[in-house]
C-alpha cells in the first residue's frame, strides 16, 4: 500500500488527541456529585457492567470513524486482486536435446508435455493462448487461439532440436504478444547479412556478443515493468543459453513494454542423457539467467525438480493468470467505512440512552 499524500499522515496525530480529552472528560465526570431527578436514571444505574460498558460503545464508534477518516485524507492506493476479463498468454517451452535427460521419469520432456496439457486445459475460458518452442532456433507452434485441441495438438508436435536459443524463444514469443510493438525480429535474430549464406543469416557463425544486441521496440513508449494487462509469458526451460540473444536483454525489452515473463527452471542440478549419439553427458539449468528474466519483468520465477512441481507450479500460475491485479484508491471506501460508523454510534445511542433521555424530560412524579 503507498499514499497518494503522505504528508497528510501527520493528521493522524489528531486520534490520540481526540482519545486523551475523552479519558480526561471521564474523570472529571467521576468527580461530579450527580441528582437522580428520576427513577429511571436509578434503575439505569443499578443494572452494573452492561450500562457501564455500553456507555463506552458510541464513542469508541466515533474515535474509529475518526481515525479512518484522517486515514482517508493520505488517500491510500491499495493492490486489489479482480477477476480478469480478457488476457493472452504465450507459453515458450524448451525442446532442446537436454530435455531427454532422465533425471525426470520417463523424461523432462514427457512430463514438461504433460503438465504443460494439463495446465492449458484447466484455464478459463478467458484466457487465449499461444505457443512458441526454441532450442537452436525459435518457432510459433500454435498462434493465439482459444481452442484447447489446438493447444494440446501443437505441444504434442514438439521436436527436439540441438542447441538452446533462450533469447530468441522470449523475443519471439513478445512479438506473438504484443505485435504492435514492431519487433524487428529479422535483424535481432539474424541480422542484416545480404547474400552471406543461408547460415549466417540464422545467426550461426555470428558471435554471441554481437547477436546480443537487441534493439528497443518500435514507436512504443517505455512503460512501468509488468504494467501490462493485457497478458503474460511463461518461459520454460532446461538449460543454458548456446546461441541467439541474451534473454536478458530481451528481458528490458518485455520490461519496458511493461510484459511479465514468469520463469520455470525445470530438472535437477545433476541431469544426465545416457548414451546419447554414442556420448552420454550432463545438462544444468541455468538458473541465474532466468530468476534476472523474471526480476527485471517484475515477474516470479519457479524451480521444479519433479513432474509433481512442474504441476503444482502450473496450477499457481493458472489462479494469477484468472485472477488481476490492480492498483485502486481506497478513500472512498475508508470514507464510506466512516460514515457507517457514525451511524452506527448514532443508532445504538439512540436506542441504549433513549429511556434515560426520557425521563430528564419528563421526570415521574413520586
Known sequence: MHFLNPELLWALLLAPLALGI????????RRVVLSFSALSLVHDALQGSAARWRRHVPPSLVWLALVLSLFALARPVAR???????????????????????????NRIQAAQKAAKDFLQELPPSVRVAIVSFAGTAQVVQHVSDRREDWVAAIDRF???????????????????RPEA????ESILYGAFGGRGLMERQGQGQSLDKRSAAPEPKE???????????GAIVLLSDGRRTSGPDPIDVAKMAANLGVRVYTVAFGTPNGFIPGFEGYSFYTKVDEEALKAVAQITQAEFFKATSAQELKGIYEQLSTQFTLERKDTEISALLAAASALLLLLALGLSFKWFRAGMTGLQNPRKV
Not at 480478457?86 to 525426470?104: F, G, I, K, N, P
Not at 521436436?159 to 504478444?177: D, M, P
Request: charged content about 15%; glycine content about 8%.
Open 220 to 230: 512504443m513508449a517505455p512503460v512501468p515493468p509488468g504494467s501490462y494487462t493485457g
Open 182 to 185: 514492431n519487433i524487428d525480429l
Open 80 to 106: 486489489v486482486t479482480l477477476p480478469a476479463d480478457y488476457m493472452t498468454l504465450v507459453l515458450a517451452m524448451d525442446v532442446s536435446r537436454s530435455m531427454l535427460a532422465e533425471d525426470v521419469p520417463p
Open 159 to 177: 521436436q527436439l532440436q540441438r542447441g538452446t536459443a533462450t533469447g530468441s524463444g522470449l523475443l519471439l514469443a513478445l512479438s506473438t504478444l
Open 22 to 29: 475523552y479519558i480526561v472528560l471521564l474523570r472529571r465526570k
